[in-house]
């Protein structure tokens, strides 16, 4: 019977044996970007590598997504492993789509190739069949939360419930079967050494909002309109002024936009739509801020005469990272790239839909520092393809070996330790009452 050590040897050869397959196909999603529950050709992508590898697997979850899986030589947890098919949308990237401004400003076609690394690295010789368990292949989609009001419709229209991909699979009931789960982000900053892993993120809420006035001339007979533009402008005035109030322990973070200004120039904008996410270090804290925030929508309208419709929509929860798995995946990480290139996180303001999966299963989220430039910005590219797909893959892998061997005892222990801070039910429950749609009129 092999020795740990030897079984990851085994899978660190065979990602480097398909190391190039594999980078091709992250550029490939690179050059091919689509944003949330758009991802068709992604989508297709992963099936057909699933399907050249022999990797059985059902699509169409959540829209878009993928679930694969590899079954270890005896009963034991099942582990996932994940990567995120989608795109952001930043105009004047390099890579971005000229039809769409779709654009990989986050790395994640890097995800989807380390996912795929792994599998092909437990699909080497002997590996799978002296792990306990199974290994759950998982390509999500729709972790960028853009395009909000798009997404709102499909909930409309009864296509889905969660605009995010997780929380989707979550209700889906496609991650019933999965005892702990693990993915791989890139970074691009360079304080962060070559891996950066632990840490914490923000939780949040986002909002569509839409403000109506009544349409006249705008230079003829303004005094007739009642402009919707002044309302946003003014609401938005609201929501920069509550920001002295929110607790430096918050991390509070708002940041709207504002998606349609009017019809015409020379008309009083009279439907105007704005989009915002509301951040904060824990529930209690974007939940406090979300109803700061819908104070300033309401008081934007009475200001004109007009009124405002406001959807909040529930987002993403605030990420946990396990500790033991985080000791498992550090030693991997720190054999491949060294001590002094090993970066332990605090806490991020930013969010993802990790934090839901962490609320239900230990999980960890560590980050590749293999790209420059402004994450989500147009200047944001991947630049090293061995860190940024195969050594992520490599550190993924290991440690997924150090979980499943020996009849998954390092597993078994983890699962067993953890305290869920949420049940499915619950969870379900709690992301619901984050769902509030109102009218306001003066």
């Known amino acids: 019977m092999p020795s740990i050590e030897e079984l ?65 030589g005896s009963p034991g947890p099942t582990l996932a492993v994940m990567g995120e098919l989608d795109s952001l949308r930043v105009i004047g990237h390099p890579h971005a789509d000229p039809e769409t401004s779709a654009a990989h400003a986050c790395g994640h076609h890097c995800q989807i190739g380390m996912m795929l690394g792994v599998a092909a690295g437990l699909q080497a010789q002997g590996v799978m069949e002296n792990l306990a368990g199974r290994v759950a292949l998982i390509a999500v989609p729709a972790e960028e939360y853009i395009e909000i009001e798009y997404r709102d419709d499909l909930r409309r229209q009864g296509k889905l419930e969660f605009i995010g991909g997780k929380p989707e699979f979550i209700r889906l009931g496609a991650l019933d079967d999965v005892d702990l789960a693990m993915m791989t982000h890139t970074s691009a900053n360079a304080n962060e050494g070559k891996i950066a892993f632990g840490g914490s993120n923000n939780g949040m809420v986002a909002k569509r909002i839409r403000f109506l006035g009544r349409a006249s001339h705008a230079g003829g007979a303004p005094h007739m309109g009642v402009n919707a533009l002044n309302a946003a402008m003014i609401a938005m005035s609201g929501i920069h002024a509550q920001r002295e109030t929110y607790r430096d322990a918050g991390t509070v973070r708002i940041h709207p936009i504002i998606t349609q200004g009017g019809i015409a120039v020379s008309s009083v904008p009279a439907d105007v739509r704005m989009e915002t996410y509301v951040r904060g270090a824990s529930i209690e804290a974007f939940k406090d801020a979300s109803e700061k925030v819908d104070r300033a929508l309401r008081a934007g309208a009475m200001a004109v005469g007009g009124s ?66 402004n994450g989500h910005g147009n200047d944001y590219v ?25 009849g998954a005892s390092h597993a078994n222990r983890i699962v067993g330790q953890y305290e869920a801070p949420l049940t499915k039910q619950s969870y379900l429950k709690l992301m619901r009452s984050m769902l509030k749609e109102s009218t306001h009129t003066s």
């Open 8 to 72: 990851k040897a085994r899978a660190v050869a065979e990602i480097d044996a398909r190391g190039k397959q594999l980078v091709r196909t992250a550029k490939t999603i690179l050059d091919n970007p689509e944003p949330g529950f758009r991802e068709q050709k992604t989508s297709r992508l992963v099936r057909e590598i699933f399907c050249d590898w022999g990797i059985e697997h059902e699509g169409g979850i959540a829209i878009t997504g993928v679930k694969g899986g590899l079954d270890g």
């Open 308 to 373: 405002v419709e406001i959807t909040t929509l529930p987002g993403y929860l605030p990420i946990q990272s396990d500790e033991s798995m985080l000791r498992l995946y550090g030693e991997n990480a720190c054999s491949l790239v060294g001590k002094d290139n090993l970066v332990r996180l605090g806490h991020r303001t930013g969010s993802t839909d990790m934090g839901d999966v962490s609320q239900l299963m230990p999980v960890i989220h560590p980050y590749v520092v293999a790209a420059t430039g």
């Open 382 to 406: 991947v630049q090293d393809y061995e860190l940024g797909v195969l050594t992520g893959a490599k550190a993924m892998a290991m440690t997924v070996i150090d979980l499943l061997a020996d």
